[in-house]
């Protein structure tokens, strides 16, 4: 049976379009599907300073140039949604809601998505004051007042970003310290326009003519309310693996993240993951390159 392709990717984040990259090189033919834009968690990031040899980028720039390589070596991309994958065994049959494409290897770099707080006015004020999405949406809020809620690495970064935008940043977390790494909390504190509300969950998001005005948050110490007049909200309290659309193969851990060993191959012949989608110690662009590379040398020395 001929097959569309000898390898599908599904997902064009740093992961991987790092497997289209290597498998292109080696002359593999692939396909890789977007549903959104290429790029991934890093088209919402601000910064990027911790990948080697680049001292300072933009995430949305490090996207563009990563995906001009993959079209320059020739990989096959669509932008459509994958539905479904169903495994033959000899080949796999990829379901999207355009087309089906066959092919012998699958590489799953689906990535994941911002968690959302579930609290009263979060739905209601999304991209009317709430934002997941610094690099995205901070501009609109220049010289406004915002909050930024999560105490990890990307909320630290992004308040940092907007602390260069706005008026005054308020950065909520739930514990009594933040647990980013230490460089980006020094940078933080510097910061004269930023106010920490450590102890503190947000409750509610109020508005006024279909805008965000306030955040509603209880602090667990000292169990008082407060109110917090803002333009802007940006949720960074983590990510949940995107992976709904393969739980009939049953190949995720308890948390929904993919299994995977040390050449990314995951419990079924020939299905690969790679980067932020599977369950590994650290999520960063250097291990999602990483991992790119690794699962397409493993499709390269099979040809
Ligand atoms: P994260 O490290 O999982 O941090 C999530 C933050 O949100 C934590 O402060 C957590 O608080 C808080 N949180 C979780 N659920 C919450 C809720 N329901 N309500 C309020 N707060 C909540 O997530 P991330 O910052 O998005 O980072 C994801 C991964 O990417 C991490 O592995 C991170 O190291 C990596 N990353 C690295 C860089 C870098 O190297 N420069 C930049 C960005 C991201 P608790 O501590 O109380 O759980």
Redesign the pocket.
């Given at each position: 049976m001929k097959l569309d392709f000898n390898t599908i990717i599904i997902g064009a984040g740093v992961a991987g379009m790092t497997s289209a990259i290597y498998l292109r090189r080696a002359e593999v033919t692939c396909l890789l599907i977007e549903q959104e834009m290429p790029g991934g968690q890093i088209t919402r990031?601000s910064t990027i300073e911790?990948y080697p040899g680049i001292k300072s980028i933009t995430g949305p720039d490090l996207a563009v140039d990563m995906f001009s390589q993959v079209q320059e070596l020739g990989a096959n991309v669509i932008f459509t949604k994958v539905e479904k994958i169903i495994d033959q065994e000899e080949y796999k049959i990829i379901h999207t809601s355009t087309k089906d494409y066959t092919c012998k290897h699958v590489i799953i770099a689906t990535g994941r998505s911002p968690?959302k707080?579930m609290i009263e006015g979060e739905e209601k004020y999304t991209n009317r004051g709430i934002s997941y999405c610094a690099i995205c949406d901070g501009p609109l809020y220049k010289k406004k007042e915002v909050a930024v809620?999560?105490?990890?690495?990307?909320?630290v970064?992004e308040a940092i970003y907007l602390s260069n935008i706005c008026t005054h940043v308020t950065l909520i977390?739930?514990?009594d310290r933040?647990?980013a790494?230490k460089n980006?909390i020094n940078r933080l504190l510097e910061r004269p326009n930023v106010t920490i509300e450590y102890h503190s969950?947000a409750t509610e998001f109020m508005g006024e003519d279909g805008h965000l005005t306030t955040i509603k948050i209880h602090n667990t110490e000292t169990k008082k309310e407060k109110q917090i007049a803002i333009s802007g909200c940006f949720i960074?309290?983590?990510?949940i693996p995107n992976t709904a659309f393969l739980k009939d193969l049953n190949i995720c851990n308890e948390h929904g993240y993919v299994k995977t060993n040390h050449l990314q191959e995951t419990p079924i012949d020939n299905i690969f993951a790679v980067g932020d989608v599977t369950s590994k110690e650290?999520?960063?662009i250097v291990t999602a390159t990483s991992d790119g590379a690794i699962a397409a040398n493993a499709i390269i020395n099979r040809q």
């Open positions: 990031t911790n968690r707080l809620i999560g105490g990890g690495n990307s909320a970064e977390h739930r514990k933040l647990t790494q980006l969950t960074y309290i983590g990510q650290l999520y960063q």
